[in-house]
């Protein structure tokens, strides 16, 4: 037999540890592969389970809704939608299987619907909504870029409005929409309005494509719930109403909120009179639901819009759900 040389030992030990080294490097990459398809398969089921969790909240809420409004109205007047309702308590998180349920439901009708810049009612509603910026220490000549951009026509209202000349030069460049917003979001898009500027007015409009009430009357069609709007939006309904009117206004409505004969009795110049006052009312047909449901490390935000139709039963349908933004 030839002996072995230590140089062909040294080959043999060389390989062997390349060997090695590839094997390991094989295992480890199976491993991280493996950990990595366990924690995505983890994620992906969890994603599932907090969804059904929305949705299950969701449908809560519209019994929760049924029951407050489907409720027998005294002397029959129709039930008012107000702030002392179940609807409208804000719950402790709720504990599920694996994390926890967060949610709560507003009223859009206590907000400013920037829809109503559109249509033959839109002077009354351009005045209000002007009002609502100035109270927000917000230029008041942003209403005329948010009404450009609703309404059809090419010519730009002087001097703070803007139409497709405008935003065609931007980059990245779009058109105006000339329609209805459908998502309160869009209003990112409309000329003079910053993330600053935005975020302020959130929790004071909605955007939502309804018929109007026509102004200063009270009626089935949108109108703004007397018993569920801020005492800053409740400001912007008139040029002259003042702190005083509208604490009185926030007091009456305490606890079961001001119905249609009450609404009528407030002296404050917010009962029906004429065409240049926004239309009010005291109940709400949209609301909307935010539910936040988190399970181990997956977080799922859901908006929900709910439209409530009365009738014998009462009927509430979700209009429009988006997850993680308006």
């Given at each position: 037999?030839?002996?072995?040389?230590?140089?062909?030992?040294?080959?043999?030990?060389?390989?062997?540890?390349?060997?090695?080294?590839?094997?390991?490097?094989?295992?480890?990459?199976?491993?991280?592969?493996?950990?990595?398809?366990?924690?995505?398969?983890?994620?992906?089921?969890?994603?599932?389970?907090?969804?059904?969790?929305?949705?299950?909240?969701?449908?809560?809420?519209?019994?929760?809704?049924?029951?407050?409004?489907?409720?027998?109205?005294?002397?029959?007047?129709?039930?008012?939608?107000?702030?002392?309702?179940?609807?409208?308590?804000?719950?402790?998180?709720?504990?599920?299987?694996?994390?926890?349920?967060?949610?709560?439901?507003?009223?859009?009708?206590?907000?400013?619907?920037?829809?109503?810049?559109?249509?033959?009612?839109?002077?009354?509603?351009?005045?209000?909504?002007?009002?609502?910026?100035?109270?927000?220490?917000?230029?008041?000549?942003?209403?005329?870029?948010?009404?450009?951009?609703?309404?059809?026509?090419?010519?730009?209202?002087?001097?703070?409005?803007?139409?497709?000349?405008?935003?065609?030069?931007?980059?990245?460049?779009?058109?105006?929409?000339?329609?209805?917003?459908?998502?309160?979001?869009?209003?990112?898009?409309?000329?003079?309005?910053?993330?600053?500027i935005y975020a302020a007015l959130l929790p004071y409009i909605c955007a939502i494509p309804v018929t109007t009430t026509a102004p200063g009357q009270v009626g089935s069609g949108w109108a703004l719930n007397i018993n569920t709007a801020s005492p800053l939006v409740l400001m912007s309904l008139a040029q002259n109403i003042t702190e005083d009117q509208v604490q009185s206004i926030?007091?009456?409505?305490?606890?079961?909120?001001?119905?249609?004969?009450?609404?009528?009795?407030?002296?404050?110049?917010?009962?029906?009179?004429?065409?240049?006052?926004?239309?009010?009312?005291?109940?709400?047909?949209?609301?909307?639901?935010?539910?936040?449901?988190?399970?181990?490390?997956?977080?799922?935000?859901?908006?929900?819009?709910?439209?409530?139709?009365?009738?014998?039963?009462?009927?509430?349908?979700?209009?429009?759900?988006?997850?993680?933004?308006?």
């Open positions: 037999m030839t002996p072995v040389s230590s140089k062909q030992r040294g080959v043999a030990l060389i390989t062997a540890l390349v060997i090695l080294a590839i094997a390991s490097t094989i295992a480890a990459a199976m491993i991280w592969q493996g950990g990595l398809d366990e924690r995505r398969t983890a994620t992906l089921i969890q994603g599932n389970q907090a969804m059904e969790y929305a949705l299950g909240a969701e449908s809560w809420a519209e019994q929760i809704m049924l029951r407050d409004f489907s409720a027998t109205p005294q002397g029959g007047q129709q039930q008012s939608v107000n702030l002392g309702q179940d609807w409208a308590q804000q719950l402790p998180p709720l504990p599920v299987e694996g994390g926890q349920i967060i949610g709560h439901i507003e009223d859009m009708q206590g907000r400013f619907n920037l829809d109503l810049l559109q249509g033959q009612n839109a002077s009354v509603y351009l005045s209000q909504f002007r009002r609502l910026l100035q109270s927000l220490n917000i230029d008041p000549g942003i209403a005329q870029a948010v009404s450009d951009w609703v309404n059809t026509g090419d010519t730009a209202t002087q001097p703070y409005g803007a139409k497709d000349d405008y935003y065609s030069r931007l980059q990245p460049a779009y058109l105006t929409a000339e329609a209805p917003m459908t998502s309160v979001s869009e209003l990112e898009l409309v000329r003079g309005i910053t993330p600053q926030v007091a009456a409505r305490v606890p079961q909120g001001i119905n249609q004969s009450q609404l009528s009795g407030l002296n404050i110049n917010l009962s029906p009179q004429g065409s240049n006052s926004p239309a009010i009312g005291y109940t709400s047909s949209y609301f909307l639901l935010t539910v936040t449901a988190e399970i181990g490390s997956t977080h799922v935000t859901m908006y929900s819009l709910l439209n409530y139709t009365p009738g014998s039963p009462g009927k509430v349908t979700a209009v429009r759900r988006t997850f993680g933004t308006l």
